[in-house]
């Protein structure tokens, strides 16, 4: 079904690039969507603490990862946690956040390994000039057998539901939500990137809570995990996401920094990988140096031992 949605153009373009390894390619016009070289260098290269995989957010006791099973066509009232979308936004109306970031407690930005394992994430953002899909990198990704979680946005999926169902019937992905409109999570309305956020729980809720009922029409499962766009979130929007089920995820290297890093930037930041590490990249830019980046890195990773897992 797969062989559907990505043309053999694509994979004879991954063998030739994998063949060059250092193969480059000009950066992708940023569009303020993702996290970005000028915000995140530092974010990336800080050391952050390891998460137990098995309890990512012991300070939430309404979480849980385990997938909840629905039918195709009947979206849970209710998140795999038991809590009603309703009463989890009612619950926190009024309350004011005391951080926003894009790491703190309750965000899984890196994993316990069992030796040496990293996991690979990629956005598909979504919406006026991010909704195409880069064939090149996901046909890599398929040939070599590559593991990797992809977090979805509602309108990516919308552009082309046939590809994302491919993609989710594709045991080597796990499907994320990556939020119904892609904007920071926030219950005040705190912009990153100039891009407004959720301005109240209950537009917290929205952005997880639309997405979530998508991907379980799409896989017929509740989704794990959920990035928020632009990867910040506030304390608040944090607990938010917890109490409906699902885990938020951040990242230990920013590899494509919103897809605008060139080849050489991404073979330079995937270098530094450590056992644990989350990394972050973009699908959906096929002109930007992400796949070239990635097609030279990660066989790289790989002769060196690493094994690439989904989020535990």
Known sequence: MFDRVISRRGLLAAGAM????????????????????????????????????????????????????????????????????????????????????????????????????????????????????????????ISQRIPATLFLNERWIDADPARAES???NPLFEIGNHGTRHC??????????NIRGTASPQQAVDEVWGNHERLIRLTGRAPRFFRTGTAHYDDIAVKIVHELGETPVGFSINADAGATF????????????????????????????TAPGML?????????????????
């Open 184 to 193: 920071p999570l926030s219950v005040t309305g705190r912009s990153a990137y």
């Open 18 to 141: 994998t063949a060059a390894g250092l193969a480059s390619a000009a950066c992708a016009e940023a569009w303020g969507s993702s996290p970005t070289s000028a915000t995140l260098s530092a974010a990336t290269r800080q050391q952050l603490p390891v998460t137990p995989a098995q309890d990512p957010a012991a300070m939430f006791a309404a979480t849980t990862n385990t997938p909840a099973a629905a039918p195709a066509n009947a979206p849970a009232a209710q998140s795999a946690s038991g809590a009603q979308p309703t009463a989890v936004a009612a619950a926190h109306t009024g309350q004011r956040p005391a951080a926003w970031a894009m790491a703190m407690p309750g965000i899984i930005t890196t994993f316990v390994p069992a030796g040496r394992q990293m996991a690979l994430t990629f956005d598909a953002c979504g919406g006026p000039g991010n909704d195409e899909m880069n064939e090149v990198l996901m046909n890599f990704l």
């Open 296 to 312: 030279a890195a990660i066989p790289r990773l790989r002769s060196a031992g690493y094994e690439f897992v989904h989020l535990p």
């Open 167 to 169: 993609l989710a019937n």
């Open 262 to 289: 060139s080849s050489a930037q991404i073979q330079r930041e995937m270098a530094a990988a450590v056992p644990g590490t989350i990394s972050i990249a973009h699908m959906h830019r096929p002109k930007s140096g």
